[in-house]
């Protein structure tokens, strides 16, 4: 049975009033395409939108929580070939689970999470727990330039087997 993250608690850290108006968790059959390809797998959303947009991204981090082991963010990825938004995403990262040298590249904020693992050889599983379709509030829009419907996932991401990250990842609409 798995943990899973909470939405709530991800939303305590960073209200969602301004960059989200509402969601619905759907099922993964109800995610639509290309929305179902770049949601509904067990692999690094980092990976996905770089190959679904060739192109590689940069992380944005737009504002972050240190609580002595507990790390979190607001992030938005963007292509590095034309600078466009492709990602949102809340992380909430328990640092004690990470090494030394993968936790000092994480708060160093330059370089995706999924990249850091993949470089650092991490021993990781993903696991998507809920899919979402959202209503962008005004901070969203202004990211992706349209106040069209968007989806997500909510997804646990194991390290060395201990659930050691949560995520919730927004895709641009397309």
Not at 17 to 40: C, E, G, K
């Amino acid at each position: 049975m798995s943990v899973g993250p909470d939405i709530a608690t991800l939303f305590q850290l960073f209200p969602p009033a301004s960059f989200l108006r509402d969601f619905d968790v759907i099922s993964a059959d109800q995610v639509p395409q290309p929305y179902h390809d770049l949601l509904v797998h067990e692999h690094h959303m980092t990976v996905t939108v770089e190959a679904h947009h060739q192109s590689l991204v940069d992380v944005k981090v737009l504002e972050r929580i240190r609580d002595g082991d507990k790390y979190a963010r607001k992030i938005l990825l963007s292509k590095q070939s034309d600078g466009r938004i492709v990602q949102f995403g809340l992380v909430l990262i328990w640092l004690h689970s990470c090494s030394p040298e993968v936790r000092a590249e994480i708060l160093a904020e330059k370089t995706p999470l999924g990249r850091i693992l993949i470089n650092h050889n991490v021993l990781r599983r993903i696991e998507p727990t809920d899919y979402l379709r959202v209503a962008p509030g005004p901070e969203m829009v202004a990211w992706f330039g349209t106040d069209a419907p968007a989806y997500g996932r909510l997804a646990l991401i194991y390290c060395d087997e201990k659930p050691a990250i949560e995520l919730l990842e927004i895709v641009t609409p397309e």
